[in-house]
């Protein structure tokens, strides 16, 4: 595959050795040697976004921005900005918002805010003009380099496609100080040609190049010595930084990643939960608790607080509203499960028997934490543990209520029922959990009404939809138990679409476009109500989206607000 080959020699670090993590009490690797420190790059708010259905809206990733702040990302690519003007905006506000924060991170420096653009000034230009309010920031430009990719998409020359790349990395360059260059599809192109592009970019002032694995292809030795063959032949390749940046098609991102650090890659671009575009990214959990597990294979370490690790996965999930798999490493539900009798043994006797790290170093903590008689204070000091720690006095308050609420119905609150009560952005009254709805408008009208359906959650769809009298249909219905027991909560998620109504207007019929999905959650010991909450929440994003919209206004007469389902103020407007 490749017009030249360097094998990368790995010594006799390959024993096994020091069966646990061992972590500091920030999270942060111990190490008796100091070694250089792997730049991460996370990309869950742009390609991670690429995942069917993933989209988030401009609140969702500043939280996300957030909180991969606080876990410790060193590299943070916002967004798409000459994608449409959302993006833009959203990039806008991580940097601003997000891009001066250094809570919790071990460099003591902010998290640097960078954007994607392709080869082009004016994607260029927008991309500065996004990101440029960060103290710390990157434009990250690229251009496809495979032979299949210059003949068919781009219809361009190797020739063009250097002197292309040269400029646009020259114009970035003109505008930031750190500026990344990728090549797409590298894992398919000629070696010798990208050593002589990278090579002519470096002269430009490039600072980091990106060697992508765009559609998954290489195995974890190509890859390996692709990025040590690139860094040897590149002319200046020793002044610069290599990136990798693997997806999963054949399932070998995170083994690739890791080759590539081998190979002299000082950068990882990875996701959470490693969602992306197809069979998705490299996974960040993976890649960095393999550098901490086995720090002896591994020349770098990260400054990533792995404590932070099971919280902002279960951000990401809540947020994009896809489920990581039950045997998901790191961040699976049985990631560290043991059912067999042998191995419950061991893991009793010596948690190292069965177990290469420990629970409580990538988050998980006490599950029987608080109950009914729990107070505020309790109650607030356990969500300041388990991140929550900038939330108004008005939401605490809200949440202290529906947490009485459910400890009331349950013998113990664990921690995962706490996240999934503050999950939940729609607040509702009293049990009543029947096909009878009222929902309170943005300007406090309320209006009833009921309707039957084929089972319970369907008698509440069809009452809902009755009143907003919005086109809906819902795409995805998912249930899910947050906890043990028969008192469990359950969290429920759906997505939904537009459907176009019955209408000879053709102008009507093409803006309903079933192409976009919107995605809510909710959570609840009663799954008819979360269930409504769930739909009431994705509804309130699609009409959010349309607000600019007249003719959609004109379609939805009751805008959504609230769902009550209250059975006393029912009766109560019913005698109005």
């Not at 990631?335 to 409580?360: N, R």
Request: contains cysteine; proline residues 4%.
């Amino acid at each position: 595959m490749f017009c030249a080959r360097k094998t990368v020699a790995i010594a006799s670090s390959r024993v096994f050795v020091q069966p646990l993590a061992v972590v500091g009490r920030r999270g942060f690797a111990e190490s008796k040697s100091e070694k250089p420190t792997l730049t991460i790059f996370d990309t869950t708010l742009r390609d991670g976004e690429q995942s069917p259905g993933a989209t988030m809206n401009i609140k969702e990733k500043i939280t996300l921005a957030t909180q991969l702040s606080k876990l410790g990302v060193d590299v943070c690519e916002a967004g798409f900005p000459i994608a449409s003007d959302g993006d833009f905006e959203a990039v806008k506000l991580v940097a601003q918002e997000v891009g001066s924060m250094i809570e919790n991170r071990r460099s003591g420096k902010p998290m640097r805010i960078c954007g994607l653009s392709r080869a082009i000034e004016k994607d260029i230009a927008r991309c500065y003009e996004a990101v440029k309010h960060a103290p710390l920031h990157r434009i990250h430009t690229f251009l496809a380099t495979s032979d299949i990719h210059l003949k068919n998409k781009l219809r361009i020359s190797r020739e063009e496609c250097i002197k292309q790349s040269v400029h646009a990395v020259t114009f970035a360059r003109s505008l930031v100080d750190d500026v990344e260059f990728s090549a797409e599809d590298a894992g398919r192109s000629d070696p010798a040609f990208m050593a002589e592009l990278f090579g002519e970019v470096i002269k430009a002032g490039v600072s980091t190049i990106n060697v992508p694995d765009t559609v998954g292809f290489v195995t974890p030795r190509e890859y390996g010595e692709l990025i040590s063959y690139l860094k040897t032949n590149t002319p200046g390749g020793d002044s610069i930084t290599w990136s990798t940046h693997c997806h999963n098609d054949l399932g070998l991102a995170v083994a690739n990643t890791l080759e590539g650090v081998i190979g002299g890659a000082r950068q990882v671009e990875v996701t959470i939960n490693g969602i992306g575009e197809r069979a998705g990214n490299a996974s960040l959990e993976e890649v960095v608790m393999a550098l901490y597990t086995r720090p002896q294979v591994f020349p770098v370490q990260s400054a990533v607080d792995t404590t932070q690790i099971t919280r902002t996965s279960r951000m990401v999930t809540s947020v994009t509203g896809m489920s990581v798999q039950p045997n998901k490493a790191i961040v699976g539900a049985n990631a560290f499960a043991h059912e067999a009798g042998i191995h419950q043994d061991g893991v009793l006797k010596h948690a190292a028997t069965y177990e290469i790290m420990s629970p409580a170093s990538v988050g998980l903590k006490s599950t029987l934490v608080l109950g009914k008689h729990s107070g505020k204070h309790a109650f607030q000091n356990r969500l300041e543990e388990l991140g929550f720690d900038n939330l108004s006095p008005e939401v605490i308050k809200a949440a202290f209520k529906r947490f009485k609420d459910v400890a009331d119905q349950k013998k113990t609150v664990t921690d995962g029922d706490i996240e999934a009560i503050l999950e939940s952005e729609v607040s509702c009254g009293h049990d009543h959990p029947t096909a009878t709805v009222s929902i309170t408008t943005p300007s406090g009208k309320t209006i009833i009404d009921a309707s039957t359906g084929g089972g319970p959650v369907e008698a509440v769809y069809n009452a809902i939809s009755r009143v907003v009298r919005v086109p809906i249909r819902l795409v995805q219905f998912h249930v899910e138990a947050v906890s043990e027991g028969r008192d469990a909560i359950g969290k429920v998620s759906v997505r939904v679409c537009r459907r176009a109504p019955p209408s000879g207007d053709e102008e009507a019929l093409d803006i309903h476009d079933d192409e976009v999905t919107y995605h809510g959650t909710s959570a609840h010991v009663d799954i008819i109500r979360g269930s409504a909450e769930a739909f009431m929440n994705a509804l309130n994003k699609m009409v959010a989206d349309d607000e600019e919209n007249e003719l959609q206004r004109k379609e939805i007469e009751f805008w959504p607000g609230r769902v009550v389902i209250n059975p006393e103020a029912q009766t109560q407007l019913a005698g109005q």
